[in-house]
């Protein structure tokens, strides 16, 4: 299993970046995916999760409505859609697949696999 993420970078507040993390190794198509994010001297926040089919979308509070998630089953890839980025969105994002079984996805307990993640910074 490997997870891959790309398309972290430096953007002003109010910028815009998308993530994609690019999986193998297993059939991607059957496992429900999350986000999650790591800032400078903090513990893991979950941002976001999707399941199988693309259809069931969550979002953390601190992320309604400025990110969308989404997932091409066809190129095994998933995304992170970040808009109206603030400097609170600083911080190391990885993504995760979560186990199969009766999972939400928004706890940190509930992934097998990791991506190494890549870095966001938001600031002026």
């Known amino acids: 299993v490997q997870l891959v993420e790309s398309g972290g970078g430096m953007v002003q507040p109010g910028g815009s970046l998308r993530l994609s993390c690019a999986a193998s190794g297993f059939t991607f198509s059957s496992y429900d995916m999350s986000w999650v994010r790591q800032a400078p001297g903090k513990g893991p926040e979950w941002v976001s999760a999707?399941?199988?089919?693309?259809?069931?979308?969550y979002y953390a509070d601190s992320v309604k409505g400025r990110f969308t998630i989404s997932r091409d089953n066809t190129k095994n890839t998933l995304y992170l859609q970040m808009n109206s980025l603030k400097p609170e969105d600083t911080a190391l994002y990885y993504c995760?697949?979560?186990?199969?079984?009766?999972?939400?996805?928004?706890?940190?307990?509930?992934?097998?696999?990791w991506g190494q993640g890549t870095q966001v910074t938001v600031s002026s």
């Open positions: 995760a697949r979560i186990k199969m079984g009766d999972y939400v996805g928004n706890q940190l307990n509930e992934y097998d696999y």
């Open positions: 999707i399941y199988t089919g693309g259809g069931s979308t």
